[in-house]
């Protein structure tokens, strides 16, 4: 149950775009189309922004979407805004009824 | 509306029990599987343990594996944690969280427990 692999930071001004991936392996990212991302404001819960690969649950900007390439997901965050700042989580089913999370990546809007 | 609220966080000493609750309400609580995750101070979320919709299959991370049982009533809609022989690796905020679907996402969470294990 090794962690998936994200980037500690990204960063983009106003109005562009960032992408952040989430790597792991054939046994869950790339073995399962249950890739989720989290975002979590300070001293908050998270907030499920996607769910298989893609899908944005209702409430949810449609400039957050995302991926899956192989064993790499990504989170792609277009027109950036001041409120996208926060923590994001990838996770992904592992198979054998478990779960597991990526390291977290901090989005800094400059 | 849709809620998820967890109780019973607190400080205990090493080696000691404590056991964590999470009341939900706005939602056929009985259709859904529910997950525990955790997240160590300034540290990343950690999945801990499922329990499938009819409270018949548990399934745990290796780190709480042994030491860590999760229980339900679908009659009062509350999920339980029963964390046993903590150690300073359990200090965690501890999160109660709703599955979208099988093997899925969580899209409904609490606010959070804090467990501090300290002597």
């Known amino acids: 149950q090794s962690a998936l692999t994200q980037p500690p930071s990204a960063s983009g001004s106003p109005g562009q775009s960032v992408t952040i991936s989430c790597t792991g392996t054939?046994?869950?990212?790339?073995?399962?189309?249950?890739v989720s991302w989290y975002q979590q404001y300070p001293g908050k819960a998270p907030k499920l922004m996607i769910c298989?690969?893609?899908k944005r649950p209702s409430g949810v900007p449609d400039r957050f979407s995302g991926s899956k390439s192989g064993n790499t997901a990504s989170l792609t965050v277009s027109g950036l805004q001041a409120e996208d700042e926060a923590d994001y989580y990838c996770s992904s089913y592992a198979g054998s009824n478990n779960w597991v999370f990526g390291g977290g990546t901090k989005l800094t809007v400059l | 509306q849709v809620q998820l609220v967890e109780s019973g966080g607190g400080v205990v000493q090493p080696g000691r029990s404590l056991r964590l609750s999470c009341a939900a309400s706005g939602f056929t609580f009985s259709t859904y599987g529910m997950h525990w995750v955790r997240q160590a101070p300034g540290k990343g979320l950690e999945w801990v343990a499922v329990?499938?919709?009819?409270?018949?299959?548990?399934f745990y991370s290796d780190s709480v594996k042994g030491r860590f049982t999760v229980s339900r009533d679908n009659s009062k809609n509350t999920l339980d944690l029963q964390m046993n022989s903590l150690g300073a690796e359990d200090t965690a905020i501890y999160y109660c969280?709703?599955?979208?679907?099988?093997?899925?996402?969580?899209?409904?969470w609490g606010q959070g427990t804090m467990v501090t294990v300290s002597s």
């Open positions: 329990i499938w919709s009819d409270g018949n299959n548990k």
């Open positions: 969280a709703r599955e979208t679907g099988p093997y899925n996402g969580f899209d409904v």
């Open positions: 298989e690969v893609t």
């Open positions: 054939s046994s869950d990212v790339g073995g399962y189309n249950y």
